[in-house]
C-alpha cells in the first residue's frame, strides 16, 4: 500500500492538515510573520452577514449543477439509447464538443451572447420586439448566467458517465421484464434506474463535489464575483481571500468550512442511498 500512501500523503493529507493548521493564525502571504488567534477567523467568518449570502449562493450553484450536470445527462442518455447507433454516435460527438473546448475559451464565447449590445441573445430578444435584460449585470440573472456556462462546459462528460452507466446494464435484465409486460415509464422506473444507481451515485457525487469548482473560471471571466457579490460562492471567495487580499488564516478558515460541509454532504448522501443500491448484477 506504500506506492499509494505515499502520493496520498503529500498532496491530500499533508494539504489538508496544513490548511486546519494556518487557519488559526492570523497570516499575511507577503509577510513571514504569522500571530496565532486561535478560532478567531472562524468566529469573524460566521459573524458577517455575507458568509450566509455565500453558502446559499454555493448552494443555488450546486442546485443548478444537479439540473445541468446530473438529470439532464441522464435524461439524455435514455433518450440517445433510443435511436440508431449511427445517429448515436453524432449525438455523443455534438454533447462532447464543449468538454474538449478550454474553459477560459468557451467562457469568452458566452461572454459575447451575454452582451446587452451587440450580444447573440439580445440581438435574438430584440428581433422578436422582446425586453434585453443586463445577463451579467442583474443581480436576480447572473448568478444563472454563469452556472448556465460551466453546465454547458461540463454537460458532454457528465452525458458520457450516464450513457456508460446505462449500456453497462444487462439486456438480459431488460428482455426478462419486457416478457412481463413492462414498458415505458414502468419499464424505466423500476429496471432501468434502480440497475443504474450505482453509476447514479458516483455521478451525483462527482457533480456536488465539482460544481464549485467548475463555476470558478465562468465567475473570474464573466462578472468577478459581480454584480454586488451576486455570482460570489465559498470557493469563489477563498481565491479572493487568499491571493487577492492575502489573508491566509481567513482563507484557509473558509477552506475548512468548505471541506467540512462537504464531507457532511456526502456522508449523508451515501447513508440516504447506500441502502437501496446493489452492485451486483
Known amino acids: 500500500m506504500v506506492p499509494v500512501f505515499i502520493p496520498l500523503a503529500l498532496f ?3 494539504p489538508l492538515f496544513r490548511t486546519v493548521y494556518i487557519s488559526f493564525f492570523e497570516w499575511n502571504l507577503v509577510n513571514p510573520k504569522r500571530e496565532f488567534i486561535g478560532f478567531e477567523n472562524y468566529t469573524e467568518i460566521l459573524r458577517q452577514p455575507e458568509f450566509i449570502t455565500m453558502l446559499l449562493q454555493s448552494l443555488y450553484y450546486m442546485g443548478l449543477a444537479l439540473i445541468g450536470n446530473f438529470l439532464l445527462p441522464i435524461g439524455l ?11 448515436a454516435e453524432i449525438y455523443q460527438t455534438l454533447l462532447f464538443i464543449p468538454a474538449v473546448i478550454a474553459v477560459s475559451i468557451g467562457t469568452l464565447i458566452w461572454l459575447w451572447f451575454y452582451l446587452p449590445a451587440g450580444g447573440l441573445f439580445n440581438a435574438i430578444l430584440g428581433a422578436w420586439q422582446l425586453p434585453r435584460p443586463a445577463w451579467l449585470n442583474d ?10 456556462v460551466a453546465n454547458w462546459k461540463f454537460l458532454g462528460f457528465h452525458y458520457l458517465i450516464a450513457l456508460a452507466g446505462l449500456r453497462a446494464i444487462p439486456k438480459e435484465f431488460l428482455e426478462a421484464a419486457r416478457v412481463d409486460g413492462a414498458s415505458g415509464w414502468n419499464l424505466i422506473a423500476f429496471v432501468v434506474l434502480p440497475l443504474f444507481a450505482p453509476s447514479a451515485i458516483f455521478l451525483l457525487v462527482s457533480t456536488l463535489l465539482q460544481s464549485l469548482e467548475q463555476v470558478f473560471v465562468p465567475i473570474e471571466v464573466l462578472t468577478v464575483g459581480g454584480p454586488a457579490g451576486a455570482t460570489d460562492n465559498l470557493m469563489y471567495s477563498v481565491y479572493n481571500e487568499g491571493f487577492k487580499f492575502f489573508r491566509a488564516g481567513r482563507a484557509a478558515a473558509l477552506s475548512v468550512f468548505l471541506i467540512a460541509a462537504f464531507a457532511a454532504l456526502i456522508y449523508w448522501q451515501f447513508r440516504l442511498l447506500e441502502k437501496r443500491v446493489t452492485y451486483e448484477r
Open 12 to 14: 491530500v493529507f499533508y
Open 139 to 148: 443581480p436576480s440573472l447572473a448568478l444563472p448566467a454563469v452556472a448556465l
Open 77 to 87: 442518455a435514455l433518450l440517445t439509447l433510443q435511436v440508431s447507433s449511427r445517429e
